[in-house]
């Protein structure tokens, strides 16, 4: 070791240690973009969460800032989630990622039971009073984790053994997913394993067999009767929307007036004689938030919501691209598709592009699970770029 000017420096590499150390701060490559979208979408969903509560909360005589009193309390335990996802080592994830797998699994099987609360015809709840916990939320992440672990060890090379074994951890959480019953977050599922497969290396003849799989799947359940009645008149409808009031093709009707009324700038934040305001439109502060924004906030804000969506994927996609591992890479692109995938199908599912199935929308629809999960995510690509150096 030598000195300049009184500073240390590395014999061998020439560069002063304290400058070394400072490069290795994972601090300091904190992506402030990706953290700012974040919280820009949860603010966001928080003013259109009290918009399209507040006036029939308060025509019932309660609180009209209770919900998104509530999803701030979220948004306030889910920055302490990413906080500590983000400062563990996303490398001590990956021998974790068989017990997190078992525990999800677990717990999804649990949810079946009587422990599992039952709401909107779905058990997908665990009750605990003052807050509940939807485990198919988690599984997504849970997932994305296992399978980088397995695909990272095979380092690109997809044999059929490691399609089977990823198809394996994927059809257990699809198929328990998928008997609570919650179509939407199956369908994240199943989304989340092609992307991980695509960037894991998977050949075009493993996606041929695997498009042969499912249209086995598919039509031996629509056989044997697994898939509920109004499952199946949610995809009538999509196909055929049918404005009776009575139909499951009147949510998307409704879904597209309100966005087709907002115009190119809205009715305005919180305004009065619209159709979520009277409450034609179900769901509005969860699912269908999305017709919300469209009609209060008009094109401009959709396109704004959008472009803030756009924004987030790409700084995934960014850290998973300079990741420093292949595990690194294959966690951040599966969150990337993770988020995309919800949001297509979220938004199209309110402008008859796709079939309703009861899908949230990252960080802007109510609830808790969701948004936990979400930050926990952010805080795994914020983990994962701030140690790319490392």
């Not at 198919?136 to 380092?155: D, G, N, Q, T, Y």
């Not at 919300?292 to 790409?314: C, D, K, T, Y």
């Not at 294959?330 to 988020?339: C, R, S």
């Amino acid at each position: 070791m030598a000195t300049i000017f009184g500073e240390a420096v590395d014999r061998i590499g020439g560069e002063p240690i304290s400058a070394r150390m400072a490069r290795k701060a994972p601090i300091r490559h904190l992506d402030p973009t990706l953290l700012l979208m974040t919280l820009a979408l949860s603010a966001y969903g928080a003013l259109m969460i009290f918009s399209s509560t507040a006036s029939k909360q308060e025509a019932a005589g309660g609180d009209p800032a209770m919900f998104m009193k509530r999803q701030i309390a979220y948004i306030v335990a889910g920055v302490v989630a990413l906080l500590v996802v983000s400062f563990f080592d996303y490398r001590h994830v990956r021998a974790l990622a068989p017990v997190i797998y078992g525990v999800t699994v677990l717990a999804l099987i649990l949810v079946l039971t009587p422990l599992g609360d039952v709401q909107n015809n779905a058990r997908s709840w665990f009750n605990f009073g003052l807050f509940q916990i939807q485990p198919s939320e988690f599984a997504k992440l849970a997932l994305i984790v296992a399978m980088s672990a397995w695909m990272a060890e095979r380092k690109g090379d997809m044999r059929w053994l490691d399609l089977a074994f990823c198809l394996g951890m994927m059809g257990v959480l699809s198929a328990l997913i998928f008997v609570e019953p919650d179509l939407g977050g199956t369908m994240v599922i199943v989304a989340i394993f092609f992307v991980m497969l695509l960037v894991g290396g998977a050949k075009l003849r493993h996606f041929i067999a695997l498009g042969l799989v499912g249209t086995v799947a598919i039509v031996g359940a629509l056989q044997m009767d697994v898939i509920e009645d109004y499952q199946i008149e949610r995809i009538t409808a999509f196909l055929d929307p049918d404005p009776d009031v009575r139909s499951e093709g009147y949510n998307l009707t409704q879904a597209k007036i309100a966005i087709a009324s907002g115009g190119l700038r809205g009715k305005g934040v919180g305004s009065e004689n619209t159709q979520t305001d009277l409450d034609f439109v179900p769901e509005q502060h969860t699912d269908f938030i999305f017709t919300a924004v469209g009609e209060q906030l008009g094109f401009v804000g959709g396109a704004a919501l959008l472009g803030l969506f756009a924004i987030l994927i790409w700084r995934s996609l960014r850290i998973a691209a300079m990741a420093r591992d292949t595990f690194g890479t294959l966690v951040a692109a599966g969150i990337a598709g993770m988020w995309a995938c919800q949001l297509f199908v979220n938004v199209g599912m309110t402008m008859g592009i796709m079939p309703i199935t009861g899908l949230p929308l990252p960080f802007v629809s109510f609830g808790g699970s969701g948004l936990l999960m979400n930050f926990m995510a952010v805080g795994l690509l914020l983990n994962i770029h701030m140690r790319r150096f490392l």
